[in-house]
């Protein structure tokens, strides 16, 4: 019933994650990036971030494909 | 032009991390932020911002583009050292606000494509290949994103009625009297959430009509938003800048409109979640 616009506050971090490892271009996909194998590294977060915690299941699984 | 821009600060405050030494060592990590046209490099913006490892950023030159980068020391951001540090919740943390910061600040007067976090390149060379190979898509990403936010919107369930204290078993309550008592309650909770997910749909409808590009992110875990009531709808929403008013005020009907469902608005933010292309986006309802 109430709407708290964040434009002044400290983003929550979980907002801020959702964009930051969902969104963003990735260059990992590109055939010349990955041909240069040690050009580019890119970490794939999701994996390590279920390990922070082990109880707390991943919300970011299955994001890569619908 | 192909050579490296720094901005000025970086240039004269930073004698040490000397940039020039920095470009040619081709061992040198550079954390990726953002991409702009080579018009809109920030030009005097960045100088007070500090990037993911507390280093200045400034925009390396390629074709028309230009990337916002700063050096990274291998011994945390190399690929191995990167994966152990980001299991530390509040490294990560750092990492996230710094980067944000970073684009926000760049995004501020200019569109900006935002680089997916923790996407590190070797040198600047590895910085202009990235350009290079990406030319086509950053190009088509910035004009379609030209003057454009993301707002986010959260609709949560609001709280359901306190449960009814169940009553004091007594003798005049036969099984028969709970059973019905048990199986209203679990009625009045469906009637509830289908109650709930529709007014969510409601919600999401009439803002995807009012937005050029909608994306849905999945619904946040409670135990990592802290929030108590459960997440129906977490979307984004691409709006340009100038209907932003509009949109935030159409959130605010929405709130005030649907009984039971909580809002909550966030951004403007940088278009983080509109640089896929259109019709490649992987979450539409």
């Known amino acids: ?66 | 032009m192909t050579d490296a821009t720094h901005l000025p600060e970086a240039a004269e405050a930073t004698e040490t991390t000397a940039p020039t030494a920095a470009a040619e060592a081709t061992g040198t990590l550079e954390y990726a932020y953002a991409v702009v046209r080579e018009a809109d490099i920030p030009r005097t913006a960045l100088e007070p911002v500090r990037g993911v490892a507390g280093e200045p950023v400034r925009a390396v030159r390629h074709l028309g583009l230009a990337v916002l980068a700063g050096p990274v020391p291998a011994a945390d951001f190399d690929a191995e050292p990167l994966r152990a540090r980001l299991e530390d919740l509040a490294w990560l943390e750092g990492v996230a606000r710094a980067h944000q910061r970073v684009v926000d600040t760049a995004g501020a007067d200019t569109c900006v494509i935002p680089v997916r976090m923790a996407t590190v390149c070797r040198g600047e060379d590895g910085l202009r290949r990235m350009l290079a190979t990406g030319r086509d898509r950053f190009t088509a990403a910035l004009d379609r994103l030209e003057g454009r936010v993301e707002w986010g919107v959260k609709v949560y369930a609001a709280s359901a009625p306190a449960e009814e204290p169940p009553a004091e078993p007594s003798a005049a309550a036969s099984g028969r009297d709970y059973l019905r008592r048990r199986s209203a309650q679990r009625r009045a909770s469906e009637q509830r959430w289908e109650h709930t997910e529709e007014g969510a749909r409601r919600v999401h409808e009439t803002l995807t009509a009012l937005a050029e590009g909608a994306r849905l992110h999945p619904p946040q875990d409670v135990r990592l938003s802290g929030e108590a009531a459960r997440n129906v709808l977490n979307a984004a929403y691409l709006v340009p800048g100038e209907d932003s008013e509009v949109f935030a005020e159409r959130v605010g009907e929405l709130a005030g409109r649907e009984s039971g469902l909580r809002l909550e608005l966030t951004g403007p933010w940088a278009p983080y979640s509109f640089v896929a292309a259109e019709g490649n986006e992987r979450a539409e309802p």
């Open chain 1, 1 to 66: 019933m109430t709407t708290s616009p964040l434009a002044h506050r400290q983003i929550a971090l979980v907002d801020l994650l959702d964009r930051l490892l969902a969104g963003g271009v990735v260059i990992t996909g590109d055939v010349t990036l990955r041909i240069a194998d040690v050009d580019l590294v890119r970490i794939d977060l999701r994996a390590l971030i279920s390990s922070v915690n082990e109880n707390v299941p991943s919300p970011w699984d299955g994001w890569e494909e619908p």
